[in-house]
């Protein structure tokens, strides 16, 4: 980078990519969203938004997409995903592996019937 107008160039560039993003689930997209803090991580994030990921990839869904966030406030819950609705619905799926990512998909996803045993309505 050598001057102003080039950062100015990157960040229009940047802000259009996140326009992009936000404006999906108003396109009849469903976002997920992966809790990706140290707390989540450490409780095993990234192998379920790897596996998310690859399996959106692999059956060819186009109508959702993942994204990662940071803390999501409930620690003892991680790895936390959440899954936003074109809709406007929101499904907070707790304690989740690779195993219950992929199904999350399958089930969630592409049936369009929550999984409610991973659910946080589920914790007693």
Same mark, same amino acid.
């Given at each position: 980078?050598?001057?102003?107008?080039?950062?100015? !160039?990157?960040? %229009? &560039?940047?802000?259009?990519?996140?326009?992009? &993003? %936000?404006?999906?689930?108003?396109?009849?997209?469903?976002?997920?969203?992966?809790?990706?803090?140290?707390?989540?991580?450490?409780?095993?994030?990234?192998?379920?938004?790897?596996?998310?990921?690859?399996?959106?990839?692999?059956?060819?869904?186009?109508?959702?997409?993942?994204? !990662?966030?940071?803390?999501?406030?409930?620690?003892?819950?991680?790895?936390?995903?959440?899954?936003?609705?074109?809709?406007?619905?929101?499904?907070?799926?707790?304690?989740?592996?690779?195993?219950?990512?992929?199904?999350?998909?399958?089930?969630?996803?592409?049936?369009?019937?929550?999984?409610?045993?991973?659910?946080?309505?589920?914790?007693?």
């Amino acid at each position: 980078m050598k001057s102003l107008a080039e950062l100015e !160039q990157i960040r %229009n &560039r940047m802000a259009n990519k996140i326009n992009v &993003r %936000n404006e999906a689930s108003e396109d009849g997209n469903t976002r997920i969203v992966v809790g990706m803090a140290t707390c989540g991580i450490a409780a095993g994030a990234r192998p379920v938004l790897t596996a998310m990921m690859e399996e959106i990839e692999k059956r060819g869904i186009t109508n959702a997409y993942v994204t !990662q966030t940071g803390c999501v406030g409930m620690c003892k819950y991680e790895p936390i995903v959440e899954v936003y609705g074109a809709d406007g619905s929101k499904t907070t799926y707790i304690k989740m592996d690779a195993t219950k990512a992929v199904r999350v998909i399958n089930e969630h996803i592409v049936n369009g019937n929550v999984v409610a045993e991973f659910t946080i309505g589920a914790e007693k």
